[in-house]
């Protein structure tokens, strides 16, 4: 598959008052054509910070580039200037943000902030790009189009303001959309309604997903291949049905026992991962899943374990997964 | 069912005085809960379940109803009383970044209620309570000096256990108290209010918007729309046989976390969003999105009956 975008070594960190927040610590992924790639872990992993990377909205400085570079069509967005920049974002690579009240301009009407995007980009007459807004609201089913791109943010609700952003995100046909919690300020049968709309839309118009959520129930439901992150680094890729069905990092595991599932028996204890994650202003040297993995060895704690290769599709992070490993068997069905 | 109610919700309403007339938050619900079970509270966002919690330990004062609480009406009690009967009802909240004071210590956070309270001889048998509870919740007396900001999330929401278990209640509502967790943080949390509840026999109403969570949690589950209870059955039986539209719609929204099932279920699509709390019509709330409403739902608001046994439901058409 050719791959939209490619994520090489990415680092990012933010110099602060007490130090260096290595926020991203050198990860690699791809995104195919077409394909639906779910980040996914908690808050504090760097998945947002990578995706404000890939589209350069970080606050710099705070924010710096250590290291890596993020290919976009075989371009390093990294080398591009602020200009070129704005050139790509909106256009080529649009990105839906988790707060649908707040990313909106709340004193423009919302026909003018898509109308915005298109005259810039498309070199559209007033006209046109009006004309355009309203089939772009149309698609995504907001309903009585013509009236409303003359109404404000405020007048919308949270469902509604969501199909906005996704319309303003799609109305100059990016490659690459990037959806930051898409759904996680919106009502679960809101929640649905946007869902299947993104999957419509993909569909119709062929772009790269890059879905960014904490919701396992959503990354089972969208994605092609899930990228789990921890303490700004990724521990496995894969599938997702290798994800589901064959978890292989420790911590995969642990946080698919920690949700509830609705086929499961109510006396069943909830796995919890004790502790919290580790402090990112002095990441950890060996593992960063060490601290709280019930399986950790000697050498996690000193010693970085790389991503074992035998997999073309799915790799983890893990020193049980070195073949010279002893064979675990504690393991029931679920790996806890 | 099991013994008698612990609590006796009946008829309880909550209406808001807003510009152009009444927002009906809570428009008339009754359930009861026994002891030491866990009920449930499920709905969307504005569909007044917070408000029905709030209502029930009287933060917000009720617009009518009652609320038996072993054999006396709640609703009907002066501040002062309300004060005394106000040591069984706990309270825990969803935010736990908003609801610690910042300038407190844990101890005196911990400790207020028992100030209030006048709940200990001496000082020495205060910092003795406290450190007790900080152990109930797992966190230890290191903490007792520290002040909120030096906590995680899930610590916190742990001192906030802590603070409502103080007087020794038989009663607490949650409200949404793992919503701004992680999700493995948020099993630590569940898994510390069941055990608790084994442990010191507590009474729970859970309130959440997480279905998964709340069915796991639960024995029993009601759902709101609106201001009114739509369905009221055994967290079981109304996962496996939800009877009214809305609660199928629900349900069926929820995304499971695995790709097999998940990829072959099909949804109900509910069209539009919530309508207006805002002087709502007669008849069922739910009537606009609703793919089985008749005319009847339009003309008059279907009653809350038992449709088989312990298994409620609203709706005219089942």
Same mark, same amino acid.
């Given at each position: ?336 | ?105 844990? /101890? ?7 100030? @209030?309270? &006048? ?7 205060? +910092? *003795? #309570? $406290? ?66 509840? /084994? ?7 859970? @309130?959440? &918007? ?7 949690? +639960? *024995? #029993? $589950? ?97």
């Amino acid at each position: 598959m050719e791959n939209v975008l490619e994520v090489k070594n990415l680092q990012i960190s933010f110099k602060t008052f007490f130090g260096e927040v290595e926020a991203v610590r050198g990860i690699t992924f791809s995104v195919g054509k077409k394909e639906t790639v779910a980040i996914v872990g908690e808050s504090g992993c760097g998945k947002s910070v990578t995706a404000g990377g890939i589209m350069q909205l970080l606050p710099m400085p705070p924010a710096f580039f250590k290291g890596g570079e993020i290919l976009f069509n075989g371009e390093n967005l990294l080398e591009k200037s602020e200009k070129q920049m704005q050139g790509i974002r909106g256009n080529k690579i649009s990105m839906v943000f988790q707060d649908p009240m707040t990313s909106l301009n709340p004193t423009m009407k919302i026909g003018y902030q898509i109308v915005e995007g298109l005259m810039k980009h498309n070199k559209m007459s007033r006209e046109a790009a009006i004309k355009k807004s309203v089939e772009m609201l149309e698609l995504v089913a907001v309903p009585q189009p013509e009236k409303r791109i003359n109404q404000y943010p405020h007048e919308f609700s949270g469902g509604m303001r969501q199909r906005v952003m996704i319309a303003l995100a799609m109305a100059c046909n990016p490659q690459l959309l990037i959806a930051d919690e898409p759904t996680t300020a919106l009502d679960v049968t809101v929640q649905a309604q946007i869902l299947e709309l993104m999957k419509k839309l993909q569909n119709q118009l062929g772009m790269s997903i890059i879905l960014i959520t904490h919701d396992l129930g959503i990354v089972a439901d969208m994605s092609d291949r899930v990228v789990v992150m921890y303490a700004g680094q990724i521990l496995e890729v894969g599938l997702t049905h290798e994800i589901f069905a064959s978890p292989k990092h420790p911590y995969t595991r642990k946080l698919l026992a920690s949700v509830p599932r609705l086929d499961m028996n109510r006396e069943e204890r909830l796995h919890s991962i004790e502790g919290t994650p580790p402090d990112l202003y002095a990441p950890p040297k060996g593992c960063s899943f060490y601290d709280r993995c019930s399986e950790a060895m000697k050498i996690c704690k000193d010693n970085m374990p790389g991503f074992d290769e035998r997999s073309r599709t799915h790799q983890s992070r893990c020193w049980l997964n070195h073949p010279m490993a002893q064979k675990r068997n504690s393991m029931n069905g679920r790996g806890i | 069912m099991m013994a008698e109610p612990l609590i006796s919700a009946r008829n309880i309403k909550k209406y808001f005085d807003v510009a152009g007339g009444k927002l009906k938050a809570v428009d008339g619900i009754s359930f009861d809960i026994y002891p030491k079970e866990t009920f449930g509270l499920v709905g969307e966002s504005g569909c007044g379940k917070s408000t029905a919690g709030r209502t029930i330990v009287r933060l917000y004062e009720p617009t009518d109803g009652e609320l038996i609480f072993n054999g006396i009406n709640i609703f009907k009690l002066s501040r002062k009383e309300m004060q005394e009967a106000r040591r069984d009802f706990q309270m825990i909240f969803q935010d736990p970044y908003a609801s610690l004071n910042p300038r407190m210590t844990v /101890e005196d956070i911990v400790a207020e209620p028992l100030d @209030i309270h &006048h709940a200990y001889k001496n000082k020495s048998e205060r +910092s *003795d #309570r $406290v450190i007790e509870l900080l152990r109930l919740v797992g966190l230890n007396e290191e903490h007792a000096m520290r002040f909120p900001h030096e906590f995680s999330g899930g610590q916190r929401q742990r001192i906030g256990i802590a603070r409502a278990l103080a007087l020794k209640p038989k009663f607490i509502i949650c409200d949404e108290p793992i919503s701004a967790l992680d999700v493995s943080i948020q099993a630590q949390v569940v898994n510390l209010l069941k055990e608790l509840q /084994e442990e010191l026999g507590l009474t729970y109403m859970f @309130i959440a &918007h997480d279905l998964s969570m709340v069915r796991y949690i +639960s *024995d #029993r $589950v009601g759902v709101m729309y609106l201001g009114h209870l739509m369905e009221l059955a055994k967290s079981d039986e109304l996962y496996s046989n939800p009877v009214h539209p809305y609660t199928r719609a629900l349900l069926s929204a929820i995304p499971i976390p695995n790709p097999d099932i998940q990829r072959n279920r099909k949804r109900i699509m509910l069209e539009g969003d919530v309508p207006s709390p805002i002087n709502p019509r007669e008849g069922c709330t739910f009537v606009d999105r609703c793919q089985y409403a008749v005319e009847r739902c339009r003309q008059e608001t279907p009653l809350f009956e038992e449709k088989s046994a312990e298994h409620f439901v609203a709706c005219h058409i089942v």
